[in-house]
Structures are given as structure tokens and as C-alpha cells.
DNA sequence: TGCATCATTAGTAGCTGGTCCTAATAGCTT
DNA sequence: AAGCTATTAGGACCAGCTACTAATGATGCA
């Protein structure tokens, strides 16, 4: 590499590196600081606007303003909860202390964009929602569980939800849920649920468990 | 041109509402969407481009590259003036690979109406969002998780969550997020997150790695 | 009724950060 | 000397702005 060609290696400024060397660099420079115009960047590596236009085209490098909008796109995407009414599924059968089954018809805005998967915890919604519904008292609040996703739901798919309880101790229930997408298990969670009175809570307000 | 004052019935953004609910709604506009530009905002809001720069220069509303310069840089973590009682329900910080940020304004519609207590699968969903908007890949989905729900948390409560990437063992990530409200502890979860990495993907991008 | 003020729209000039194209030049290599 | 690559220059054009001037219409109010 270091095989020079020529030597007009002491140039007053920085020596120029080779144009493998450069693009290189330009990658990189690009990827740690997304806003830098092709003049930045054109100074920092010593050589004209042009050159740097010729480098992106080649690398295929987009220009500073699509790289911030990538960088707002990927940010603004990824962090979308849940939407504002949206309490998973419709409940289609309900057994107080059994159990219950709640089917959630999947819906683009549920999903990554770019995949069409339906985001995790728009499953755990439909199957919180359900466990909750099946507890048989005022109020009932999830205490802890353990999620398994076994296979991505794809948009469109009708995932139907089973909450049975398993077990119920003292104030304590253990619901088991397992969803299904045309009869194939796609998400299946162990919860507790605690059964709470007015008081439990009046109670809580103040103090710490 | 629009001669006619009362085509009330059509759409709710066909109807020109007063300045003061105009301006209300483009800065709820570009705070949902950072990327619109005047002239979107001109068609969506059924007023000239004009009009719309009045009203951002009225509000102190900064251009759209602006914007969006602001969203890249606070990402970076080059993080300017985090305004306190700004955000709602969005990242703040984002490390790929390492961590990240994201607080959630709880409102009426997350919680149980009869006791003002936030369903859990909401502060799962904000957990969860974050935990795959860290991943470094393409495409990431959630594999498993185990929640606990250690405090109630109610209507108006400010979530803050935040995740750190625990180990990485080939496409598999181990994700810890912890939320709190006022600094106390109310969800934890540890959650198993697989990055499907689509190498045509990459490739079209123009081989940055 | 007339006049002032506000809201809205139109249009101009100029800026930044680009795209796309044509050319010229420097420095090898054959 | 001819051919090649790399680099630089310049012009025409574009989106999305800023900053300014001006016209028009509705509204208030004395």
C-alpha cells in the first residue's frame, strides 16, 4: 500500500492518501457523523467537492440529507408502541377462574414496516389482556411472567389466544396462554397475576412492598 | 380561489380551523413527524406554504432539516438541551449495540378505567421497543423474555426505561431493561432477542458494513 | 361609513447542499 | 505519442428553505 507512487508526499497540508485509502475513510467518516456535507468532508480529506461526489457515487454512499432522514427514519420506527385504545383482541369466550380465548385479527400498523412482522408485544397485549380478564376479582394486575415467542406473525394472521389457570394461591394465579395462528403455536407465556381489592391498592399508595 | 366559507362535512383536515388550533396541530404534526416538510404540512393543514412558514416562525418551529439535524444529533448523544417536560413516549439516547433510552407519558387510554393503573403490557411494549431498537441489524425480533411488574404504575406517571445490551452470543442478544418512575424501580425484564441479518440488504446499501 | 389592523396569499431574490453533465488537466503506463 | 485513470472545474438544474415586499379580504370599532 505505503508503495508510494511519485513523491510529492509533503504537501503542506495533510498528505493525500490513495483513493482506496480515501473512500475508505469517507465510510467511515460518513457512518460516525451522518451530517457532514460533501465540503466538510471534502476538506477533511484534502481534496475537491467533486472528488467527493464521484467517491459517494462509486461507494454508493447517499448524500448528508437522506442520511439524517435514514437515521430519523430508523429512530421514529422503531420506538412505536402501542396505539392509544388498543387493548388486544376481542374476547370470544370467558370462564371467571378458568379460563378464557380473545382472537386479535393482526393489522399493518402492528408490524415493522420492512418485514411485516407483528411486533412482540402486541402479542403479550392480547395475552395480558386475556389473563387479566380471566382472573375472577375487582382487580387483578400482572405480577411477572415468562414470554416465549416460538414463530413471527405475519400481518393479516388471526391469532387466537387460550388463557387457562393453572393454579391459584392465596391471591396469587398462574395463567398459562398459548396464541395460535391457524392452529400452530406462535406465542405461549406463563403469568402471575395478583387479585387485588380496593384496600390492597389504597394501601400501596403509600407504602413500598 | 376558495371562495366559500362553510364546507363543513367533507374532512376534518378539509375544513380550515382558526389560526390558534392550526398552529396547535402543525406543531403536533412535526413533533409526530420531524421529515414534513412545508409543503406537506401546507396540504395537510388545506392552507399556502406561506401561511405555514408564518405560523413556524410564530412558534419558533425550526425547518425541516433542522429537525431533523436535531433528532440525528440528540441520537448521536451529542445531546444539546434535553428539554425536561418535552419528550413523550420517545427515545432520547440510542447507542446501538450498547443501550438506549426511552421515556413514556402514561395517559387514560393505557390503564384500567376503574383504578387508574397502567396495563402492563404497556410498559412491556415500551420495554420491548427498546430492547429491539438497540439491536445493531436489519431486522430484530424478540425471542423470549421474563417480566417482572414490581410497582403499579398510574395514569400521568412518566416512565423512563432503560435497556442495556448484557451479552451478544452470535445472533442472539440478551437485553436488560429496567423502568422506573421518579427513580423507583415499578418493571424489569430480560429479554432474549435474535437479529436476522440480511446480507442483499446490506449489499444494496452500497457495502458499508 | 371609513379607516386601521390582522390573516392569508403571492411573488421575488438568494442560500445550501446537493444531482447530472461536459470538459480540461495531470500523471502514469504501454 | 497514445491511452488510461484520477482529479478538478464549471454550468444548468432542483428542493427546501430564509427574508423581504406587497396585495387582498375580513373584522373591529369609533
Known amino acids: 500500500m505505503r508503495t508510494e507512487r511519485g513523491d510529492w508526499g509533503l504537501s503542506r497540508l495533510a498528505r493525500r492518501a490513495s483513493k482506496s485509502e480515501r473512500q475508505r475513510l469517507l465510510q467511515q467518516l460518513v457512518r460516525e457523523d451522518p451530517l457532514l456535507t460533501d465540503q466538510m468532508l471534502a476538506r ?17 454512499v447517499p448524500e448528508m440529507r437522506a442520511r439524517a432522514r435514514q437515521v430519523v427514519e430508523r ?42 412482522i407483528v411486533r412482540g408485544h402486541h402479542l403479550f397485549a ?15 394486575l400482572t405480577g411477572s411472567a ?19 389457570v393453572k393454579r391459584v394461591i392465596g391471591n396469587k394465579s398462574i395463567v398459562r396462554v398459548e396464541s395460535r395462528v391457524d392452529g400452530e403455536k406462535v406465542f405461549s407465556a406463563t403469568l402471575t397475576i395478583f387479585a387485588l381489592d380496593q384496600q390492597d391498592l389504597e394501601a400501596q399508595k403509600g407504602g413500598r412492598q
Open 146 to 164: 415468562r414470554l416465549v415467542f416460538h414463530r413471527p406473525v405475519r400481518v393479516g394472521d388471526r391469532v387466537v389466544a387460550k388463557a387457562t
Open 75 to 116: 429512530v421514529q420506527g422503531r420506538v412505536k408502541s402501542l396505539g392509544p385504545a388498543e387493548v388486544a383482541g376481542d374476547l370470544i369466550d370467558l370462564e371467571l377462574g378458568v379460563g378464557g380465548i380473545s382472537i386479535l385479527e393482526t393489522t399493518q400498523e402492528m408490524a415493522f414496516a420492512k418485514t411485516g
Open 44 to 60: 477533511k480529506l484534502n481534496v475537491s467537492v467533486q472528488t467527493i461526489r464521484l467517491d459517494r457515487l462509486e461507494l454508493g
Open 126 to 140: 392480547q395475552g395480558n389482556s386475556l389473563a387479566v380478564a380471566v382472573i375472577d376479582a375487582e382487580v387483578a
